[in-house]
T-cell receptor, first 114, second 108 residues
Framework: DTEVTQTPKHLVMGMTNKKSLKCEQH?????MYWYKQKAKKPPELMFVYSYEKLSINESVPSRFSPECPNSSLLNLHLHALQPEDSALYLC?????????????FGPGTRLTVT | KNEVEQSPQNLTAQEGEFITINCSYS?????LHWLQQHPGGGIVSLFM???GKKKHGRLIATINIQEKHSSLHITASHPRDSAVYIC??????????FGQGTRLTINP
């Protein structure tokens, strides 16, 4: 199984809502990543978890809160988002976080903040 | 200036043509990835290179570490190859730095 799954596929939320994005992989990968991608732009790294510990936070606003409950699961909790946070949120995983391994991407969650 | 530059930004070709997409980078890297993204979002990893050349089907990727340059070639291009191709370099231990992408359209 070389699949990374993400739920939901689409999410519309108001600026006062709290919601969560979920990412799951069963490849035994120990590094997981959140990326944000705006239309016609490349992905931008948000967070990296390595062995269930947060290893990189790219100065992401605190309204985005990542969580890695176990080695297969990665969540992104959303609270008080702004319309400019509307984007495609991509999750990825790799064997470890040392950079020399292929990253496997999920299909993404398309988020719209109204 | 971006750390990773791709050219061309857009490329339209006829089915069957040989396609080349270039990637130049300005930082020290441990590896370089070529990724494909179809409309709708999903990203597929095509290659990961740290030296030399790799081939998979009609796709060939090369890297010249001294020149800080990589190329992705597609032979016998097909409309289903139409997608955005993204070069990304591994900077430091864990971080991928992405190029802006090349939007490829193959007309039948």
């Amino acid at each position: 199984d070389t699949e990374v799954t993400q739920t939901p596929k689409h999410l519309v939320m108001g600026m006062t809502n709290k919601k969560s994005l979920k990412c799951e992989q069963h490849m035994g990968h120990r590094a997981m990543y959140w990326y944000k991608q705006k239309a016609k732009k490349p992905p931008e790294l948000m967070f990296v978890y390595s062995y269930e510990k947060l290893s990189i936070n790219e100065s992401v606003p605190s309204r985005f809160s990542p969580e890695c409950p176990n080695s297969s699961l990665l969540n992104l909790h959303l609270h008080a988002l702004q319309p400019e946070d509307s984007a495609l949120y991509l999750c990825a995983s790799s064997q470890t976080g040392t950079g020399g391994y292929e990253q496997y991407f999920g299909p993404g969650t398309r988020l719209t903040v109204t | 200036k971006n750390e990773v530059e791709q050219s061309p930004q857009n490329l339209t070709a006829q089915e069957g043509e040989f396609i080349t997409i270039n990637c130049s980078y300005s930082v020290g890297i441990s590896a370089l990835h070529w990724l494909q993204q179809h409309p709708g979002g999903g990203i597929v990893s095509l290659f990961m290179l740290s030296s030399g050349k790799k081939k998979h089907g009609r796709l060939i990727a090369t890297i010249n570490i001294q020149e800080k340059h990589s190329s992705l070639h597609i032979t016998a291009s097909h409309p289903r190859d139409s997608a955005v191709y993204i070069c990304a370099v591994v900077k430091g231990a864990q971080k991928l730095v992405f190029g802006q992408g090349t939007r490829l359209t193959i007309n039948p």
